[in-house]
Antibody, heavy 119, light 107 residues
Framework: EVQLVESGGGVVQSGGSLRLSCAAS????????MHWVRQAPGKGLEWVSL????????YYADSVKGRFTISRDNSKNSLYLQMNSLRTEDTALYYC????????????WGQGTLVTVSS | DIQMTQSPSSLSASVGDRVTITCRAS??????LNWYQQKPGKAPELLIY???SLQSGVPSRFIGSGSGTDFTLTISSLQPEDFATYYC?????????FGGGTKVEIK
């Protein structure tokens, strides 16, 4: 059974940093791209970033480029999101999601970790 | 960036109704269009990928169609468990983008 468990969320002041983690199990982690998607309270979904399986190629939404860094440790079956220079508009529930492997669609999602950026 | 526009943003329907949600891309995305369902307090779930392929375990009443810039999700006979918010997502190129969502409510 595929499981994705996010952690690391919390309350941080504007300009601060936070590192999110996602522990994956139930599939061959290094074979799949992984994504971060966020959802501000009461709002829709916003894709944040993705990292490919083995080569580790990374892609970002314009809204986080230069501030967030996605990474993975395939030996630990873990995905990370380093968030720097946080803004109040980064307040959201952050989901970790697994790619299907056939083209940037997301077939398994964690339950999310909440990030609150205060002013 | 590719903008995804969903309509309507919300709708009211009854059990047994046929419901159609549309999604329009700001530029052509071939058939790289996916649909997700999200219930309150839950993570989204993949329903349909590459326009019309049903994710494993998803009932056949969910039907996806379209190509290029215009896509639709049809629920052929709405069931009580289908009341949720639906999102389209383009997977043609990065940055990946979602539509604004369509909330399906009980009439």
């Amino acid at each position: 059974e595929v499981q994705l468990v996010e952690s690391g969320g919390g309350v941080v002041q504007s300009g601060g940093s936070l590192r999110l983690s996602c522990a994956a199990s139930g599939f061959t982690f290094h074979d799949y791209a992984m994504h971060w998607v966020r959802q501000a309270p009461g709002k829709g979904l916003e894709w944040v970033s993705l990292i490919s399986g083995n080569r580790g190629s990374t892609y970002y939404a314009d809204s986080v480029k230069g501030r967030f860094t996605i990474s993975r440790d395939n030996s630990k079956n873990s995905l990370y999101l380093q968030m720097n220079s946080l803004r109040t508009e980064d307040t959201a529930l952050y989901y970790c999601a697994k790619d299907t492997g056939s083209g940037w669609d997301l077939d398994y999602w964690g339950q999310g970790t909440l990030v609150t950026v205060s002013s | 960036d590719i903008q995804m526009t969903q309509s309507p943003s919300s709708l009211s329907a009854s059990v047994g109704d046929r419901v159609t949600i549309t999604c329009r891309a700001s530029q052509t995305i071939s058939r790289y269009l996916n649909w997700y369902q999200q219930k309150p307090g839950k993570a989204p779930e993949l329903l349909i990928y590459v326009t019309s392929s049903l994710q494993s375990g998803v009932p056949s009443r969910f039907i996806g169609s379209g190509s290029g810039t215009d896509f639709t999700l049809t629920i052929s006979s709405l069931q009580p468990e289908d009341f949720a918010t639906y999102y389209c997502q383009q997977s043609s190129r990065t940055p990946l983008t979602f539509g604004g969502g369509t909330k399906v409510e009980i009439k």
